[in-house]
């Protein structure tokens, strides 16, 4: 198994920022993506950011200019700068990763999710 452990959810004002982090641990051959995913009630769970082997990010249109994802290769940790927070924003967010587990098999973890609250 993978462990994903998060930090940094809270409370913000609206136009505040947060900072999500995640690290990854456990045995497993490598990452080839981690990322940023959001839920509220009655929706599906959606892609707020990602980053990819050899640093291609992808972002929902929604958080773009206002996000940024990076990741720290060396510490298998991927971050989510959050600025100009919205209300809309409100969310639990997830850490994925996705990555061989071995070099004939794939993984797909989640973590626990941590909440995001901004207020108005």
């Known amino acids: 198994q993978v462990q994903l452990v998060e930090s940094g959810g809270g409370l913000v004002q609206a136009g505040g920022s947060l900072r999500l982090s995640c690290a990854a641990s456990g045995s497993f051959f490598g990452i080839n993506a981690m990322g940023w995913y959001r839920q509220v009630p009655g929706k599906q769970r959606e892609l707020v950011a990602d980053i990819i082997s050899g640093g291609h990010t992808n972002y929902a249109d929604s958080v773009k200019g206002r996000f940024t994802i990076s990741r720290d290769y060396a510490k298998n940790t991927v971050t989510l700068q959050m600025n100009s927070l919205k209300p809309e924003d409100t969310a639990v967010y997830y850490c994925?990763?996705?990555?061989?587990?071995?070099?004939?098999?794939?993984?797909?973890?989640w973590g626990q999710g941590t909440q995001v609250t901004v207020s108005s």
């Open positions: 994925n990763a996705r990555g061989p587990l071995t070099l004939a098999t794939m993984y797909d973890y």
